[in-house]
Structure formats: structure tokens, C-alpha cells
């Protein structure tokens, strides 16, 4: 399937509403979205004229963290939850560059994801796209196709990147993220993306962008964010903006906070690992 605002052929996309996997394509250029998608992205675009480099950003951390993980932790099986659509580096490509082996399973509640997933991974057998929603985390451990591709005998990576912002607090998403990991080997790892709310008005901007357009997206503050990795010990460098976040040079030059433009202190990530 191409982007194209023709009649959609596909009926089981609802094309009239924005999705997140859609918005976010949009966002970061891709062709895989639909007109209401653009719809939703330019409302971001509004309130964080800047926020088609979030995402980029938010792309080249998912990279950094799999390459710590590939090469200096040695995991070579990824548990990707809402992995979003192919773009132009996805997390397979990330590992396999490190580790020809690595093995992913890709996860994501949006078909269409699947969709395009199936097309890219069609020659990748160390890689798959399975359907699935992190509300029901039993359900993606007891999926069948994931239990036959990753060993849970073994570490495992769970990427939770770029996804909790839709859940409101009140759904209580750390706790299907606890489900998750109580399931995995010591050795493990969680490695997390959340929008943050250090006060600053163009993180409230992009609240109100999400809300707005998806209906979800909030902020959290930085104690929040790091009660997303349920108590296990973060690596270095800890929690923090994407920009100055480099787990495999955790002490190289980095800039200031407050010397990164704005739009660079709306993201942060971090890894944990399970001991
Ligand atoms: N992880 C990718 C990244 O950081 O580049 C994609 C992030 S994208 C902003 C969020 C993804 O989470 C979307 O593809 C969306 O469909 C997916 N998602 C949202 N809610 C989900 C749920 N309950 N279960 C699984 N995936 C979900």
C-alpha cells in the first residue's frame, strides 16, 4: 500500500481517522499515512513547528539504545513494542548491523503496521511483525509466534520506545510493562522513550498537539518517566534530553540542557537493566 489520498482499498484501515503509527510516518516524512493523518501531524506541527526533528531524534535514540544493547550488553533478541511503521531504520536493521543474529520481534496494536512490516521482513527470518496490544501484555507472552522466535530462556530487550505518552496515567501502563518483564531473565533490559515535563512550554505544546489530534500524548515529569522502569538500575548516562543521551560514550562531551533548543528537551530516554 502507498500513501495516496485515492479511495482506500483497504477496509481494514479506517483511513478518516488519524492513527499514532500514521501521524508519526508523517512526522517523519514517510509516505505511509493518509489525508487526516497529515491533518494530525500539522496540528503538531502548530504548537512544535520543530516537531518533525522530535521524532527524527526520537529515531536516532531508538538507534543509540540498540546499538548499547547489540554491542556493549550483548542482547541479541529484541522485544519491540509499538515498533510504529518501517522507516529508515528500524530496530532489526539497528541490531543486525551490530550482531547478524539479533533477533526481533516487532509488536504493534496498528494492522497496518503489520501490513507494511510483512512486505519489508518477507526475506528476514530472524525478524517478525505481530499484531498485538500492550494493554493485554498476557496476551503478546502467550502469543504463540513470539514464544516460537524469541527465547525466554535467554535476555531479552523489551523497547517500550515512544509509546507511553499515549497512555494516560490512569490506565496504569507501568504495570503492564511490569507483567512483561517479570516474565524475563536477570540480564535483561527496558529501554524507554516518554515526552517530559520540565515546565517548559513547548513540552505543554506538544500535550495539547497530541491531545488535540490523537486524543492522548501527555507530558510526564522526570520522576515519572523513571518510575517507568520499575525500580531496576538505569545505565549510565540515567535519564535524560535525547540529545545528551549516549549510553555507549556515557562520558563524552555532551552539551548542556538548557544550551539544546527547545524542542530537544521534549523527549528523554533510558535504559534499565533487570539484575
Ligand atoms: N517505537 C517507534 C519509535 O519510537 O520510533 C514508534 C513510536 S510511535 C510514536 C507509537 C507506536 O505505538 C505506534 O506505532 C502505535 O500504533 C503504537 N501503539 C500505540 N498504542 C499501542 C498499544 N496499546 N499496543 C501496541 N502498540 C501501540
Redesign the pocket.
Known sequence: MATSDAPDTTPEFDTSQP???RV?DALLGGKDNFAADREGAALYLKYVPDAGRCAIE??EA?VKGVHYLARVAGIDQFL??????PTQKNTHEAAQEINPNAKVAY????PI?LAHGRALLATNNSTIVVT????EPQGILDNQEIKDHLDFSRPIAL?I???HM?FHDDEKPDEWVRTIMDQLVPGSYLFI?DFVDTGEPLQKGMERAGLESLGNGWIRTPERIEQHFLGMPLVPPGLDFLARWFPEDPEGDVPAAEDLQPYQRILMAGIAKKV
Open positions: 492513527t499514532i503509527a508519526y526520537n529515531r531508538l519491540d513494542i509499538g515498533s510504529g511503521l509488536v504493534d496494536n496498528d503496521v498485538a496490544d500492550l494493554r523497547m520506545v515512544g509509546i499515549h522513550t
